[in-house]
């Protein structure tokens, strides 16, 4: 067959074939407008959906519930293919699986899984692991008849007789701490609410510090809370709207830190853990513009900064008593080339992750910053990160490795020796990776930078051309998207799927400068980077251009909204998971979670510059009156991060102005919220249904079903 012909024969097998459900008894909700004026800047915008925001309104309720309907009704001849992924996606799952135990003070702490139940059981053996076991916490209890359920933080006393742990039923992150009395399983009638779930304990094993939150759900204050006196005592307020503030242990356990950050800035307090009630002491005041991360080890701090134009960050050090920074001294200097993302202290050397040529190297140093070793792995593309390191005494420290084709493994290397030895590798049963190969790879973008590209496909698949294809992508606040391995992918690979990641501008792939390329009024280069690389793909037959498709979630979501506005033909398909799509109202409302503290990333809308730049990009301000693709968008009416009515009222306005018949599903999980249902199992229900909606636009359900 001539390839022309191919091509055409390969487009009427998509577009004719119709496993959706093709009969006409249900049309899709229409959501009726009502007319909101928005004005600022001498810009008038209309937004006829904004009344969709009345979480309480049973007239809004009641539309959610009718696009569900919706989506049910049209995935429904689906539903026998839906049921048999989710049985697949179950079975690589060891339901009995337990977590590698880390040891702290003598006790060995570990959670596991027994076999139906959703949720771990947290545990300990004291002395060895030959020891009796002792439950800390099951969550399953504390789960039961609970359609969402949570746990925010685990934290146990000095003495190891005391657990504080925190816990959200609805999906809003906003947690209940509780505590349990580990000496007779009682837990306590005391409850903190409204926090951010994580707690730290002083060493009089008495008093705990915790987060608050705002209206906005902002972390803007810390609180102590002793358990023998019961009193509650405010310690420090945020005050500024752009900061939020977060208390942590530090590395060795003698300090409590209070760390207050913006995107642009930071400013830590410590107070040592020994005196609850003592004087806070500021590290080093605020100063904009500079970030900086503090650990302890001996008798002095170690500092990760971008200080004096280090934009990649660097490490000093500074003696204990003398924190301000002109008592900075450099120990891992700054490089054009690295980007220093974290580090681990041991009492005598360090390890630090650095990313330089698109991956992440374990690089050990002592604490003068002479380099002493490396660990790197062979594959092109992967994820290594350091892992639970309690002891800095240890001469062992644990890392955690895996890539798109090896599941994730626990390792350990010897700081002394260079031994490496395997913990453990997560088993997925049927799984074979040498029936897959990974990739790594570069797309041009049209200013000439070279975009990276992560990729994994089964050896068995054909790159003619004629394989179907996910291009998962997000750019936003920094966040690098790791080459990780994804058991529930392999339905998709197996299926003969391509799978891509973009590493595109705003993230960190490729240091700080990656990322300042991809925000502000650099935006646009997110968008027009994963059009690139999904044209690469195309280009160099990885994907068939007819069954390509497009996939991010939260400012993930945002990626999709523009890209499906700037070319939605591209794309057969698109999911938009909990997207961020209405930039330019979000922006503007500062009671909304995020608004002010997100001006340091988008921009601020009341500068006119800011504010047109975001309206020329907001996917759902430049809705238009075209063929787009098909698109599955998912929501959770609790959702903290991004509210629900953004993708509901992108759904509205998108099926009453578009022009061409494809599938566009929503559906709300009325009972979680940013991250989706809670539980292992539930949680796959909602794969299932995502990897069954490209499956028939690939046109390969129809294969499957009965």
């Not at 001294?329 to 650095?354: A, I, Y």
Request: net charge negative; aromatic share 14%.
């Amino acid at each position: 067959m001539k390839p022309q012909f191919a091509a055409l024969f390969a487009l009427f097998l998509v577009f004719s074939c119709k496993p959706f459900n093709s009969s006409n008894t249900m049309k899709p909700p229409v959501a009726k407008k009502n007319p909101k004026i928005l004005e600022i800047h001498g810009d008038r915008r209309v937004d006829y959906y904004y009344w969709l925001n009345e979480r309480e309104n049973p007239e809004v309720i009641d539309y959610l519930k009718q696009e569900n309907q919706y989506t049910d009704f049209v995935m429904a001849e689906l539903k026998p293919l839906k049921q048999k992924i989710f049985e697949e996606l179950k079975s690589r799952i060891i339901e009995d699986e337990s977590s590698v135990p880390y040891e702290r003070d003598g006790y060995f702490y570990y959670h596991r899984f027994e076999k139906g139940k959703e949720y771990p059981i947290y545990c300990r053996r004291k002395g060895s692991l030959e020891a009796p076991e002792e439950i800390l916490l099951d969550q399953n209890q504390l789960a039961e008849n609970k359609k969402f359920h949570s746990i925010g933080g685990l934290s146990v006393s000095f003495d190891h007789q005391l657990l504080a742990f925190s816990e959200d039923f609805i999906g809003r992150r906003q947690y209940i701490i509780r505590i349990k009395d580990l000496r007779t399983g009682e837990i306590l009638p005391d409850k903190i609410e409204n926090t951010t779930g994580q707690i730290v304990w002083a060493s009089d094993n008495a008093t705990l510090f915790y987060n608050i939150k705002d209206d906005a759900l902002r972390s803007y204050k810390v609180f102590s809370y002793n358990l023998k006196t019961k009193e509650q005592r405010e310690i420090f307020h945020e005050k500024d709207e752009k900061f939020s503030c977060y208390v942590y242990p530090s590395a060795s356990r003698r300090f409590i830190l209070i760390g207050s950050n913006s995107t642009l800035t930071s400013e830590i307090r410590y107070l040592p853990a020994d005196q609850p009630e003592g004087e806070w002491k500021v590290f080093h005041p605020r100063t904009h513009g500079v970030l900086y991360s503090v650990a302890d080890v001996n008798d002095y701090w170690m500092i990760r900064t971008n200080i004096d134009g280090a934009e990649n960050f660097k490490i000093m050090t500074t003696p204990f008593g003398r924190t301000p920074a002109d008592n900075w001294r450099d120990v891992v200097p700054h490089r054009n080339e690295v980007f220093l993302e974290s580090f681990k202290l041991f009492v005598s050397l360090m390890v630090v992750e650095e990313k330089y040529d698109g991956q992440t190297h374990l690089i050990v140093y002592d604490h003068k910053g002479v380099k002493k070793d490396e660990i790197s792995m062979p594959e092109p593309t992967y994820s290594l990160a350091i892992g639970i390191n309690e002891n800095q005494k240890s001469p062992w420290v644990r890392f955690e490795y895996q890539s798109m084709v090896t599941p994730p493994s626990t390792r350990e290397y010897n700081l002394f020796t260079k031994e490496i030895r395997v913990l453990k590798t997560k088993e997925i049963p049927g799984y074979n990776p040498e029936d897959y190969l990974s990739e790594y790879i570069f797309a041009q973008a049209s200013d000439g930078e070279l975009i990276p590209i992560s990729l994994v496909y089964r050896k068995s698949t054909k790159l003619d051309g004629t394989a179907p294809g996910v291009l998962y992508g997000y750019g936003s606040y920094g966040y690098s998207l790791e080459a990780t391995f994804n058991a529930n992918r392999l339905s998709l690979l197996d299926r003969g799927f391509v799978y891509a990641i973009a590493h595109i501008r705003g993230g960190q792939e490729k240091g700080r400068r990656w990322y300042e390329d991809g925000k502000f009024l650099k935006k646009k280069n997110t968008f027009t980077d994963f059009i690139a690389c999904a044209e690469f793909l195309v280009e160099k037959k990885y994907i068939d251009p007819s069954r390509l498709f497009a996939w991010g979630g939260s400012a993930g979501g945002l990626l999709m909204g523009a890209v499906a506005n700037l070319r939605p033909d591209l794309w057969r398909g698109m999911i938009l998971d909990v997207p961020f799509v209405d930039v330019v109202t979000t922006m503007l409302d500062e009671s909304l979670p995020l608004t002010v503290g997100e001006f340091e990333e988008w921009g601020n809308p009341k500068d006119p510059e800011y504010y047109y730049y975001m309206k020329s990009y907001s996917p759902y301000d430049n809705i238009e009156q075209k063929n787009y693709p098909a698109m599955l968008v998912t929501t959770g009416l609790h959702d903290s991060q991004v509210q629900y009515w953004e993708p509901v009222k992108y759904v509205a306005k998108l099926r009453a102005t578009k022009t061409d018949t494809n599938p566009l599903l929503l559906y709300t999980n009325m009972d979680a919220g940013h991250g989706g249902a809670s539980g292992r199992f539930r949680y796959l229900e909602e794969v299932a249904l995502k990897f069954v909606f490209l499956l028939d636009l690939a046109n390969l359900a129809i294969n499957e079903l009965p």
